[in-house]
């Protein structure tokens, strides 16, 4: 039995403004309500989402990266201590609270006042989730969070939309405890165009290669780097696990070939660049994470329920306090442990998604 849902996008939005800009207009009425995102440069619209199955989406969604699915809670519950869920900003809960008293949930004669209820986030699909949330009509029973498919992807995401009008070849689907969305507004909160996108959380895809050298031809699978002090990731580290070739080009190509582009443009890479490995795609190996053990006194992380603590660096006593301090084990997607004796395949179009994701 299929454990996922498509979710409909309805047209009632407003903004939650953050440094980055003034207040946008938007929706079919042009009403908004704003309050700061809390987070630095970062400006959000917030679309009403209706738990419809088999819906799809009248406009698509930029970048996945730079949204969040937000559902909402009463009372004890804001919490959101339910798995699957976790606190948002006080301010995005203020702005959701505005949003629920315009369409009519609460604040009315009659109705509970809509302090009464918060804005909880909802885990975005990580790891092998995540690939399966964009790969298979029915994902397995473990998978859970949530991912937007298109049409524009390319196959296999165009199969899992055909059913959709050819003007709306878009969705977002959940996989997971449908009890998370049941009965209660839920809204999907974007980045403003206008606005810098936002730190990464854990477990989301992230990488700077080419941002230092921009000759850089890829990974390699028997390297474990851990890039820390990123700007990328909420946790300021980003660990490639055994991961092979560039995330922003699942691929690979030959020299010269064209096949390659440069993270956020259309300049084709001149030099040979290797294929991602399907068993250790960027979404399993190229992400987020925090430093959740070590030989030292910390301090360290707690992973979330979706992650799991993997040893990863050896602590080669070589005296080197920034070498030493990143020793230890780091926030994995469960169940990716690297195995140095499993088979591995090079990815061949269309079967690790899309070409050029980022």
Not at 65 to 72: G, M, Q, S, V, Y
Not at 223 to 250: A, K, R, Y
Not at 252 to 267: F, M, S
Request: overall charge negative; charged content about 15%; aromatic content about 4%.
């Amino acid at each position: 039995m299929s454990k996922s849902w498509l979710i409909a996008l309805g047209l009632l939005e407003l903004s939650v403004a953050g440094c980055a800009g003034k207040d946008q207009r938007v929706g079919s009425d042009s009403s908004s309500a704003a309050a700061p995102s809390g987070e630095n440069s970062v400006s959000y619209t917030l679309s009403l989402l209706e738990d419809l199955p088999e819906k799809c989406l009248s406009e698509p969604i930029d970048a996945e990266a730079n949204c969040k699915l937000l559902t909402t809670r009463k009372g004890a519950a804001c919490n959101c201590a339910e798995p699957g869920l976790s606190p948002s900003a006080s301010s995005v809960t203020e702005a959701v609270q505005k949003q629920l008293q315009r369409v009519g949930y609460c604040g009315a004669e009659g109705q509970p006042p809509c302090s009464d209820s918060c804005a909880c986030e909802v885990s975005r699909a990580i790891g092998t989730s995540s690939i399966e949330c964009k790969t298979l009509p029915e994902p397995s029973a473990e998978s859970s969070g949530w991912c937007y498919v298109s049409a524009d992807a390319g196959a296999p995401q165009a199969e899992l939309v055909a059913h959709c009008p050819s003007s709306q070849r878009q969705t977002l689907r959940f996989m997971g405890n449908p009890a998370l969305l049941a009965g209660a507004p839920s809204f999907l909160a974007c980045v403003d165009s206008r606005g810098s996108a936002p730190a990464r959380e854990l477990g989301e895809v992230c990488s700077e290669e080419l941002g230092t050298n921009p000759n850089f031809p890829g990974y390699g699978r028997m390297e474990v780097n851990i890039i820390d002090h990123t700007s990328m990731c909420s946790s300021g580290i980003c660990v490639i696990n055994h991961f092979q070739g560039l995330v922003s080009c699942p691929y690979g190509q030959a020299a010269g070939a064209g096949d390659c582009l440069r993270p956020g443009t259309d300049e084709p890479l001149p030099f040979a660049v290797d294929p991602q490995l399907v068993q250790r795609q960027a979404a399993i190996a190229a992400i987020c994470s925090c430093h959740c053990d070590g030989p030292g006194p910390g301090p360290y992380c707690t992973c979330p329920e979706s992650m799991q603590c993997e040893h990863l660096v050896d602590d080669l006593h070589l005296g080197s306090p920034d070498f030493s301090g990143l020793s230890g084990s780091y926030c994995i997607p469960k169940g990716t442990a690297y195995q140095s004796n499993a088979a591995q395949t090079e990815c061949v179009e269309p079967n690790c998604g899309v070409k050029h994701p980022y």
